[in-house]
């Protein structure tokens, strides 16, 4: 009954009730929201590469080495000389390498050009190795392995014949190769990584793509003439213990100045620049939360006018503090139910409508969650403000019940 | 909770005992004074006088709204001045019930709601003797075709016996009425009279019933005058 009544009364007031819900609706999807990007952008650079102890390129900055070589962000100033990726690979301490050029596009999507050790040693998310949805994993021959959103997005299937274009530039390119068909050999299935809209080729084919003219017999011979200029090197170490002896001879022993970049580190000093835009929107969100709060304070304290005889009658009828408590707690309860039920409905339509609208972001979407702990918890203090709302509230509408006594009449 | 002459069977007490009571708001001057008044079970009583005489201050301290400033009132043996509000919230809600002279009743909510907000304030179930006795109530009282109407959307007369049917729900051994006639017509009047009567007829229940009309005092066997000094109380031949 005591709901029954919280509900009719609440519908009594229904337009000042709406406006309410609408504004606590509002600051949830804010608060909660910005908790969400941050999780899904968090865990999309953290997903992004494992198993890999340094990322190696031309000198530079580590951040804009890691941005381009990992996440499509930007382009690489210089190559890498062929020489340079050789003297790495042979030091002791390296376990393997995987060799990445960058240089081509099609369509929009970035083209990564790298060897076998690519499929062999490539690490993402909880150690998760590259898996094909179709085909099989080969870039011999012209041959090109495409990421799950590039299929998706420009409906390829195995088989379908790719011009690439020249510049890694996200536009399309100014230059095509056109002469060098490639032929869709295999599609991956879905990451959440940059991988999902990429497109990747051998080396060699990059190689024969920009005009490197190729003789057969010589090929083994000239081999560094022949390869491209390189992007990065992702290494593994034999040991961990190692990172800084390794460190030391990218620095000092390479005839070309070099830059090692090691992720855990460089996406924490990525993600450090971005901190102010989270912090920002929470800020905001909180700004929001407490104004809402304040709508529904008003809305209860200014309705108690109103209630007089509702609460009059209650007391009259040896309605406790208790009952009145839990009348005005109820109808807390239940506008911020509503309200954080439609604010996160909303940030769930939002977080999927996020790939039709910036396809870029769509592995933000996929791995955001709209329940982090922080948004539980943002949850829970709503809640447990509106409850101390509604009990400063009651205990008004039980002192005023008090002076009014039998009195009131209208 | 305290026990008035304890030594006293139940049957023997006063159904209400005044002592040298005085009311006042604040640091005011008393509004009301009563030196001693007892009334028995069954004895209705009629209170009189005009406006601002106390009448309502009176009924407040009768229900445990409001609390005397002086001395004790001792309902069925029970001292109110003495109880946690809680517990007067509790033993009004149980043992009194209320008819104000503008129905007190939650407009927004239908009939058979009102009615029964009693049993939802005190947690009580809603049995089937309870139903049976909602029922014959709205029967008794002409209200059982408008159970679901909302009570805003009823005449005064009407609304006047939702409240009735409220009042003698849960067969409250002292029912309490202010002014509830005063908004009513010649004939809505007389028959809410004659159903009040009735009801505390049929549930044993004490009327205690404040009016400035005095052509309502002829059934009353006992009437306080509050316009006397000190408050008196005249006896009063059915």
Sequence with gaps: ?410 | MSSYKAKLPIHERPLVEIDNLVFSYKARAPILKLPRFTLNKSEHLFVKGPSGSGKSTLLGILTGILVPSQGCVHIFGENLGAMRPSERDRFRGKSIGYLAQMFNLIPFMSVVDNICLPIALHKMSFNSDLKTRVQRLMKELDIDSLAKQKVSHLSMGQQQRVAAARAFLLEPPLVVADEPTSSLDELNKNELMKCLFALADQSGSTLILASHDLSLTAPFPKILDMTAPLGQIEAQLC
């Design chain 1, 1 to 410: 009954m005591l709901t029954k009544l919280a509900i009719q009364s609440m519908l009594t007031r229904r337009v000042s009730v709406i406006i309410a819900i609408l504004c606590v609706a509002l600051s949830v999807m804010l608060l909660c929201g910005s908790w969400a990007v941050e999780v899904g952008i968090r865990q999309g650079f953290a997903r992004s590469l494992a198993g890999t102890d340094v990322i190696v390129g031309a000198r530079g900055s580590p951040i804009n080495l890691l941005l381009y070589s990992l996440f499509q962000v930007g382009s690489p100033l210089e190559s890498m000389d062929w020489s340079s990726y050789q003297r790495i690979a042979k030091n002791p301490e390296v376990s393997w390498t995987i060799p990445i050029a960058l240089g081509d596009n099609h369509k929009s999507f970035r083209v990564l050009a790298s060897n076998q050790s690519l499929f062999e040693n490539f690490r993402f998310g909880h150690q998760e190795q590259m898996t094909l949805a179709q085909g099989r994993l080969d870039l011999s021959d012209f041959s090109i392995v495409i990421g799950s959103q590039v299929a998706k997005e420009l409906g390829y299937v195995i088989g379908t014949s790719i011009i690439l274009g020249h510049g890694s530039e996200v536009s399309e390119a100014i230059s095509q190769h056109s002469q060098q068909p490639f032929r869709v050999a295999g599609i991956l299935a879905p990451t959440a990584t940059p991988l999902d809209r990429t497109l990747l080729i051998s080396l060699e084919s990059t190689a024969m793509l920009h005009h490197v003219e190729e003789d057969a017999d010589s090929k083994a011979q000239h081999e560094n003439e022949e390869m491209p200029g390189l992007s990065a090197v992702f290494v593994k170490l034999k040991s961990k213990y190692a990172l800084f002896d390794f460190q030391d001879f990218i620095r000092k022993e390479q005839p070309q100045p070099l830059t090692a970049a090691i992720p855990g580190l460089t996406v924490s000093e990525i993600w450090s620049h971005f901190t102010f835009i989270e912090k920002g929107l929470q800020v905001l969100g909180i700004m929001l939360l407490g104004v809402s709060l304040s709508t529904i304070f008003l809305s209860l304290y200014t309705s108690l006018e109103g209630r007089r005889r509702e609460m009059s009658v209650l007391r009259v009828l040896g309605a406790s503090p208790w009952s009145i408590l839990m009348l005005f707690t109820l109808e807390t309860l239940i506008c911020l139910g509503l309200a954080s039920l439609l604010g996160l409905a909303v940030l769930k339509l939002g977080m999927l409508s996020i790939p039709f609208v910036f396809s870029s972001f769509s592995e933000i979407a996929l791995l955001s969650e709209i329940f982090s702990s922080e948004s539980l918890w943002a949850l829970f203090a709503i809640f447990l403000s509106g409850f101390g709302l509604a009990t400063i509230t009651a205990w008004q509408a039980y002192r005023r019940a008090l002076q009014d006594g039998l009195i009131i009449q209208s």
